[in-house]
Structures are given as structure tokens and as C-alpha cells.
């Protein structure tokens, strides 16, 4: 922390889940501290696959909170030992998870353990290294994924070529219910996926600077997948 600056003044600066980051109207900055010291984790280039994974998969469960906050509820009856009361369920469509293949899979089991009955999509696309364009190898959909609210996880939102993509192609499927959620997003991904995808809401833990020539989120925390996995 710098000299002179209070833990309380970063904390009520950073407390906050904010729409319209970034300057676009569709991006969620989700940066509760928790949030925030985890990600400090998860980008430090000491830690090793054991703690990354179980950082991603703290910081999706916390961030899946925030991104299911609009679930609608509907009025159910329950009896309580003392007397029968009105409360809430969630209502509506069922939700549906869509990893993008492979680092998207790190986030799924966070999120499964908020809501345990969704149901998991897989999408495999990778990065050509040399065009940083999406190509997909791979998908396997629930079988009413169009009736699902969805979303749509990967940890790494550079270009926005693989999320476009991915989402392009569950709307070629008939769904229209669509939600994106990263960990890290540089603001030309951020501007892509908005320009490709004004309908779709975007979930962020936070908003670097820049990608390099290469595609690279600067500062962001490296290949995700291959951190993940240790592929290195
Ligand atoms: C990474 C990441 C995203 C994609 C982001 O995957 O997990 O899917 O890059 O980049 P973009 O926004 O420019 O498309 P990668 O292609 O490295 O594949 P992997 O998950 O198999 O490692
Ligand atoms: N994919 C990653 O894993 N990291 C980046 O910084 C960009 C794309």
C-alpha cells in the first residue's frame, strides 16, 4: 500500500459492483476486495498450478453471486416449524454454464457450487497464435441450452475473438439468454464482444491496461491455461 493511503479509502473505492465500466454500458466491474486480493494471488507469476486453480475457483464462486443477482424469484409457501409463511425461490429459466475450452473449465466448479443444478456446455476454441483468431474444435450443449440462462466463462478476455465467437455460436443454436463472465478483461476485448454482442451483459473482476503485440493481457497474469494446467 503507498505511504499515506488508507486501507479504508482503497477499500471504499474498490467496493463496488459498477455497470457501465469502462465506458460501455453492457460491462460489470465486480471488484470486491476479496475479489481483489485473490486476483493479486492468481497474477503474482510465483504461484504455482495448486493455488491457481484453487484461486480461480474462490473468485468465480464469488463473482457468480454477483452475476446471478437478477435471477427472477417467484412466491412459494413454506411451514415453518412456528407457522406457514410466503418466501422466494428462483424462478424462470434453468441456468447453464459454457466454459470456453481450456481455461474456462477452471472457473466451473466455483460456480457449480452456488447454483448445483445448472447444467455445463462445453466450447472448445483456441487462439491461432498467429492470427489471435478463434478457432473451434470442439462443442457439446446441453439439449434445451436454448430455454437456459447462460453463462458464458473463460478467465481471459483479450481480443474478445474466442468469447465473440462462442457466443455466436450458441446464438446460431437458438439461445438468447446470455451472459459473459472473466476474470480479466483488456478494453479491446471488452469493446469487441459490446460491438459484436450489444445484448450481452459482461462480468469482470477487473479492466488492465492493454493487450501487447502478441495478444497478452498487460498486466494480466500470463497464458491462463497453461497455469492452469501446467502446461508450460
Ligand atoms: C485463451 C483464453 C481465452 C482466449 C482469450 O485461450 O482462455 O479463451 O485465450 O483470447 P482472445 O480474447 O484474444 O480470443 P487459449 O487460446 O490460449 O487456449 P487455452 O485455453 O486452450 O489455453
Ligand atoms: N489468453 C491468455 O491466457 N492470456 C492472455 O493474456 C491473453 C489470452
Not at 457468480?64 to 413454506?78: F, H, K, S
Not at 477452471?106 to 466450447?123: D, S
Not at 492470427?131 to 466463462?153: H, M, N, Q, S
Request: proline share 5%; hydrophobic share 40%.
Amino acid at each position: 500500500m503507498a505511504a499515506g493511503t488508507s486501507a479504508a479509502s482503497i477499500r471504499s473505492a474498490n467496493w463496488r459492483h459498477s455497470k457501465g465500466a469502462g465506458n460501455l454500458s453492457n460491462v460489470h466491474l465486480i471488484d470486491h476486495p476479496l475479489i481483489q486480493h485473490k486476483l493479486t494471488m492468481i497474477r503474482d507469476k510465483e504461484t504455482g498450478p495448486k493455488d491457481f486453480r484453487e484461486l480461480m475457483d474462490e473468485i468465480s464462486l464469488l463473482m457468480a453471486y454477483e452475476v446471478t443477482r437478477e435471477l427472477p424469484l417467484q412466491e412459494v409457501v413454506v411451514e415453518t416449524p412456528i407457522c406457514k409463511t410466503t418466501a422466494y425461490t428462483i424462478a424462470g429459466k434453468k441456468v447453464g454454464i459454457v466454459p470456453i475450452l481450456r481455461a474456462g473449465l477452471g472457473m466451473v466448479n466455483g460456480i457449480l457450487r452456488l447454483i448445483p443444478t445448472a447444467k455445463v456446455g462445453h466450447i472448445g476454441v483456441y487462439r491461432d497464435r498467429e492470427t489471435l483468431l478463434p478457432v473451434e474444435y470442439y462443442c457439446k450443449l446441453p439439449g434445451d441450452v436454448e430455454e437456459r440462462e447462460l453463462i458464458v466463462i473463460d478467465p481471459m478476455l483479450a481480443t474478445g475473438g474466442s468469447a465473440a465467437a462462442a457466443i455466436t455460436f450458441l446464438k446460431d443454436r437458438g439461445c438468447t439468454s446470455i451472459k459473459l463472465m472473466c476474470l480479466l478483461a483488456a478494453p479491446e476485448g471488452l469493446a469487441a464482444v459490446e460491438a459484436a454482442h450489444p445484448d450481452v451483459d459482461i462480468f469482470t473482476a477487473a479492466i488492465d491496461e492493454r493487450l501487447n503485440s502478441h495478444g497478452y493481457i498487460i498486466p494480466g497474469l500470463g497464458d491462463a491455461g497453461d497455469r492452469l494446467f501446467g502446461t508450460k
